[in-house]
């Protein structure tokens, strides 16, 4: 861990530089970073290849599917495609990439454990991002920046409820 | 200098594509640099092991807000063309709380666990899956979370608006309170880990305190917003009883579907609307003949010229209720201000360059002169600012 952690940027640099690449994508797009909003459009668009019909029932379906109907052209699209790309580049240049996959946990627990809690999460994360109109990095980072009042309630939010849960689930740490 | 580039896509699709993806390039690498690719470092925090997540954040949050507020102050930026994120307080702080639960649990948020992926972590790919399932929850019983997302809606409420303080002095709050915080995580994680040099540490606090008193400085003394580069939409969509050309452009590019066209002219006159509905205006003042009129979209009402009969049907349609309104002069000034307009402001460009075949829609791109829109309309809506985008 300690031997690992040394290859990291400092965290201050790795934030300043991230700031930097927030402040291009809130000036040349107006928009700024996010996440779930490209997992929402992927995760229609998957669907939508199989049930077209089920999509076109959903209340909000036209919201997701907005500006080129149902094409991948999307920005939100691409910075996730452009996410996996910079990060893939970043973890391979250190020689970070497990090339077999590993599933990070605790000694003590097991595989299964971690991967049901890992979907569980994520299950949660993602109608937590539909509720609160993003994720940490819609949210917190960009309207953080932003100076949203919501988006800094959002923040302490988070830190609030990880802090608060994290007595439950810390089992798949040790 | 007018930010951002593509306020009524002044840049094409491809070229807000390409960087979209690069933005997204520099976002991955800076979070893996950053540690964010593996879920023990992201955890860490909320076990007091280990503070990354939060210094990455706050100095992230701190240089984008020092580089905007910088060049708000100066000038340079239109914040009406920004997506700046609405605050729905009841929606954000349940929708944090549980995203705090997941993240907790998860051990990546949503981000973050694409870089965890692609640095070959099986449990992120199940972190995907997870959030990809629970958007479907959501999505699926869109009508029963609804009224949880919208809930204590505010607008566009900055900390300053709220607080009653100036921007400038909220910027030098917020590098303050990172400051404390990076003194504070420092000061818990002494122990364990080696310091910042002292070097180091003076001349990255000294730049973040520099930069907020660069920002309160211009905020003070500089010109503020940049006007918007044509007429403003925004006042004009305000009239309730006419609006002009420019503003319907601005709706027609933005692909807004809360407005209903109703061209008075006789059919074959009728052509530069092909989507308006061509209806004579006896037929529109008996309400009671029109059952299928739509009371929750504004009638767009159209005629030749400001001479028609437009502006009075439109009176007679706001006395029984609806939301009636007439185009200014007329189809005679849609051709004049924006289809043969020299140039006509940033709408009607747009709108040009669509109608001439190089489509520059794209979702969410593109900022809101909106009419009133009570439902989502079947085919297209804008959502600038309603997703994590």
Known sequence: MQQRAQTYWSPYLAGFGLGLVLLASILLLGNGLGASGGFAKVGLLAVNSVAPDHVQGLANAPSIMAGESFFMKDELVFVLIGVAIGGFFSAFSSGRVARRGVVERGPTTSRRRRLFMAIAGGLMMGLAARIARGCTSGQALTGGAMLSLGSWAFMFAVFAGGFGFAWFVRKQWQ | ?389
């Open chain 2, 1 to 389: 200098m007018n930010f951002p580039l593509n306020a009524f896509h002044a840049i094409g699709l491809d070229a807000t594509l390409l960087i979209s993806l690069l933005i997204g390039v520099g976002f991955g690498f800076m979070l893996e640099r950053g540690g964010f690719g593996s879920s023990k470092v992201l955890s860490g925090i909320f076990y007091a092991r280990d503070w990354r997540v939060l210094k990455v954040m706050f100095t992230a949050i701190v240089t984008a807000m020092i580089g905007l507020y910088a060049a708000q102050g100066m000038g340079w930026v239109m914040m009406d063309q920004i997506a700046f994120r609405p605050t729905y307080l009841g929606g954000q702080v349940v929708g944090g709380l549980l995203l705090g639960i997941g993240f907790v649990t998860a051990g990546y948020c949503p981000g973050t666990s694409m870089v965890g992926l692609v640095s070959g972590k099986i449990d992120a790919a199940f972190v995907m899956l997870g959030i990809l399932l629970g958007i479907g929850v959501f999505e699926e019983f869109f009508t029963t979370f609804v009224g949880l997302r919208d809930w204590g809606e505010m607008g566009r409420v900055s900390l300053s608006d709220w607080m009653g303080i100036p921007t400038g002095i909220v910027v030098l709050m917020v590098v303050a309170m990172a400051l404390g915080a990076f003194a504070l995580v420092g000061w818990l994680e002494r122990q364990r880990q080696a310091n910042l040099r002292p070097l180091r540490r003076w001349a990255g606090s000294g730049s973040a305190v520099a930069g907020a008193v660069l920002v309160a400085a211009v905020q003070f003394a500089g010109p503020g917003d940049a006007r918007p580069m044509g007429p403003d939409p925004a006042d004009a969509s305000l009239s309730s009883t006419a609006i002009t050309p420019q503003t319907l452009a601005a709706w027609m590019v933005e692909g807004d579907n809360g407005y209903l066209m109703i061209d008075l002219r006789s059919a074959v006159d009728a052509v530069e609307f092909p989507q308006a509905w061509v209806m004579a205006a006896v037929q529109l003042t008996d309400l009671r003949q029109r059952p299928d009129l739509p009371t929750d979209r504004v009638l767009l009402l159209v005629d030749a010229s400001d001479d028609g009969s437009a502006r009075e049907v439109a009176d007679v349609l706001r006395d029984s209720g609806m939301d009636a309104r007439a185009l200014a002069g007329g189809a005679k000034a849609w051709h004049r201000d924006i289809l043969e307009a020299e140039d006509g402001g940033p709408a009607a460009r747009a709108l040009r360059m669509m109608s001439s075949g190089k489509s520059p829609l794209l979702d969410g791109s593109a900022p809101p002169p909106v009419p009133k829109v009570k439902t989502p309309p079947p085919t297209r809506a804008k959502k600038k600012g309603g997703d994590c985008s």
